[in-house]
Nanobody, 119 residues
């Protein structure tokens, strides 16, 4: 079982920045992939960025060049630095951890944190 706690959401003006944090209850190096997803009202949840244990980070096209996912293995925390925010970035942001147990991937989710971009 992996528990994830997000923080850092809030209200920001267009062009502003926020940094989201996701604290995991276990060593994040034991997790195959950590990631951030978001869900806007009336829309499906979508991938924002992922950070695999090994390999390259992946970003949605809509956030490339503006968002950066990073991790601190000593703190078991994953971050999402969001710059040049746009109104269309408004959504609930969820932290995700995927562990492979045997051959089955298990997904764990945080409770979500609201990000609102508005003037």
């Amino acid at each position: 079982q992996v528990q994830l706690v997000e923080s850092g959401g809030g209200l920001v003006q267009p062009g502003g920045s926020l940094r989201l944090s996701c604290a995991a209850s276990t060593n994040i190096f034991s997790i195959n992939v950590m990631g951030w997803y978001r869900q806007a009202p009336g829309k499906q949840r979508e991938l924002v960025a992922t950070y695999p244990r090994y390999g390259s980070r992946i970003y949605a096209d809509s956030v490339k060049g503006r968002f950066t996912i990073s991790r601190d293995t000593a703190e078991n925390t994953v971050y999402l630095q969001m710059n040049s925010l746009k109104q269309e970035d408004t959504a609930v942001y969820y932290c995700n951890a995927q562990k492979v147990v045997g051959t089955a991937p298990l997904d764990y989710w945080g409770q979500g944190t609201q990000v609102t971009v508005s003037s």
